[in-house]
C-alpha cells in the first residue's frame, strides 16, 4: 500500500527543506510542495479560490499516489488561517484512495524558529505572523510531534523516515 507521509508544522521551521531531504534519502517517493499550487498575482486565499487551491493539491496528491513507481507521497502543510480549511478539503478528496496516512508534526523552540526564517531571509512581517500565529495553530493537533530544534534537515529527515518505519 501506498505512504502519505505529512508533515506539518509552524511557517519557517523548515518543513520544505526537510521534505526535499527525505524525497532525496527515500527512493520511489514524491513530494508535493503546495506553494506551487498557489501562485497567484495578488494570492487571495478566500471562498472564491480555495476550491481551486485544494484541487490543484488534491490532484497532484492522487497522480503520485496512481503512479506505480511512486511508494510515499510526501506532503507539508501549515494549518494557519484559512489554510486549515484549505487542508480538510484536500483530506476528503484524497481519503477516496487506498494509503497509509503517516503524519508528522514538526516542533523547534521559537529561538530556533526565528533563527531558521533569518537564514531564508524572511521578511519581519513573515517572521512576526509566523511566530504571532502559525505556532499557535497546532495547539490541537493529534499528530505524533518531533522536536527539531537540535536537527540538522538531514538529521530530521532520517528521524522522520525511522519513526515512520520507512525503508531507505
Known amino acids: ?9 509552524p511557517n519557517g521551521i523548515g518543513k520544505t527543506t526537510i521534505c526535499k531531504e527525505i524525497m532525496r ?8 510542495d ?3 499550487c498557489r501562485l497567484m498575482n495578488p494570492f487571495i486565499l478566500d471562498d472564491e479560490t480555495i476550491p481551486t487551491i485544494a484541487k490543484n ?11 506505480p513507481v511512486i511508494e510515499t507521497v510526501i506532503f507539508s502543510y501549515g494549518f494557519h488561517g484559512k ?18 496516512f503517516i503524519p508528522f508534526l ?14 531564508d531571509n524572511r521578511s519581519p512581517e513573515r ?10 495553530a497546532f495547539d490541537d493537533i493529534p499528530y505524533p510531534e518531533i522536536d527539531i530544534t ?11 523516515i525511522n519513526k515512520a518505519g520507512l525503508s531507505i
Open 34 to 36: 503546495s506553494d506551487p
Open 150 to 160: 537540535d536537527f540538522s534537515a538531514s538529521e530530521a529527515a532520517e528521524n522522520i
Open 57 to 67: 493539491i488534491s490532484d497532484l496528491i492522487i497522480n503520485y499516489i496512481d503512479c
Open 127 to 136: 517572521k512576526q505572523r509566523a511566530i504571532k500565529e502559525s505556532r499557535k
Open 1 to 9: 500500500m501506498k505512504n502519505l507521509l505529512f508533515i506539518c508544522g
Open 83 to 100: 489554510r486549515r480549511e484549505v487542508f480538510e478539503i484536500i483530506m476528503k478528496v484524497v481519503s477516496k484512495r487506498d494509503f497509509n
Open 25 to 32: 534519502k527515500l527512493p520511489n517517493s514524491a513530494y508535493v
Open 106 to 119: 514538526l516542533t523547534c523552540s521559537e529561538e530556533e524558529n526565528i533563527k531558521r526564517m533569518d537564514m
